[in-house]
Structure formats: structure tokens, C-alpha cells
């Protein structure tokens, strides 16, 4: 695999575990507030490069103090070895989460039949409808959309834990769209709220958007609460 960037250590990012985190360059994706632009456009004048001869050695080295490794990026889906890759950390003992934008339910299922991952985060850009997913997106892609809620309906029907996620951007997604998006994934086992961030966004023009209040993403999580939407929700502030 191609991978750009590397922590050691996250005690957040996979939920209840300690873990690295590696970062896959690449993504399929062109979304206007992404901050990972290095990553998405493959910009090596910026990135290092890492072997995988240097990766399993830094994960060995770890071993003693970390419980798993988040595979992130990008897009992993989109490398060719991942699934490889993910065999050789699961012979180390190591559990293995996956961040993926879901258009690749062919590759999503493939780990999950053969058991290969142990939790998914899964990003849900916007609302699930495809006019407001492309423009969330940044790419005119019909296919891609369908695959999306492919991607949803395999995590909600999988035995694994997962996570549905989304960053909200004012623009994209309102308050009010949150909690269409939790109906849409009803009875998920977990949806979490995250306030975006400006600053260095793909597109400039979102550095300048104001987030919304904690408080306006908190009274939309209350309501998914009450009403009992899915089975958890959460807001990531920050």
C-alpha cells in the first residue's frame, strides 16, 4: 500500500482501543472541504512515502502497547493491496478499523465476508439524495451515489461494530438534514455529529465558512436521540 502518514499512537480513533494510524494516499473524492488535500491529490513534494518494510517494523515495535490499526486516508479502498496488507497486521494479533466514503461496496464486502476488519467508519458527506451528495462529494457521479447506499446497507446489516459519520458543513448539510440522514440509517448502531473545521480546505472558499454552534449539532442529536433513531449518536466537537 501507499502510505503517506503515519501516528503511533491514537487513543481516540478507534473506539476503546489504543491504536496507529496509517494514512493511504489517493481518494476518488473531491470534497470541497476536505483538509487531507496532500493525500487526495497524491502531492509527493509533500507526502513521505513510507515501505511497508518500515511499516509492519514500526507496528512490531509497537505491538506492546497498541491494540490495533486504523487504516485511513484517502480512500483505502482504492489500493490495490489492501486487503494483503491487512492479513500480514491480523498475523501480528492486531484488530483492524477501517475509514472508507463507502464507494466501494464490492472491496467493503470482500473484508467483511472474510472477517478481515473489526470496525468501519463509514462518512456520510450529506443528505442521501444524489443532486446534494455530488455536490458534497465534488464529483458528478451517479454510480458512485449508488454505491453509496450499497456501502450503508451492508454496514447495517454486518455483525461487526461500525460507525456512521458525518461533518457538518453549513452549506451542505443543515441541522435538519442530520437527522434525515439518521432516518435514512435507522437502527445504525452508531452515528456521530462532527463539527467541521475550517482552514485548509480543498476548496478556499470553505475556510471561510462559520461551523455551526455546538449547540445547533447537539439539539439535532438530542432529537435523533428522542426519537430513537439508531442506536447511539454523538457529537464530535472541537
Partial sequence: MEICGFQRISLIDYPGKIATILFVSGCNMRCPFCYNTNLVF????????????????KLGESRKFIEGVVISGGE?????????????????GLLIKLDTNGTNPEKLKELLDEKLVDYVAMDIKTEIEAEKYKKAMGVQSGQLFKNIKESIGLLLKCNIDY??????VPGLVTPGGLVDIAREIKGARAYYIQQFVPGNNLDPEYGKIVPYELEELCDACKTITNEGIVKRCEVRGT
Avoid at 497524491?42 to 517494523?57: S, T
Avoid at 460507525?163 to 457538518?168: K, L, M, P, S, V
Fill in 42 to 57: 497524491k502531492n509527493y513534494e509533500k507526502l513521505h512515502v513510507y515501505p511497508e518494510e518500515e511499516i509492519m517494523e
Fill in 76 to 92: 483505502p479502498t482504492g489500493q490495490k493491496d489492501l486487503k494483503e496488507f491487512i492479513i500480514k497486521c491480523r498475523k501480528m
Fill in 163 to 168: 460507525e456512521f459519520r458525518t461533518t457538518a
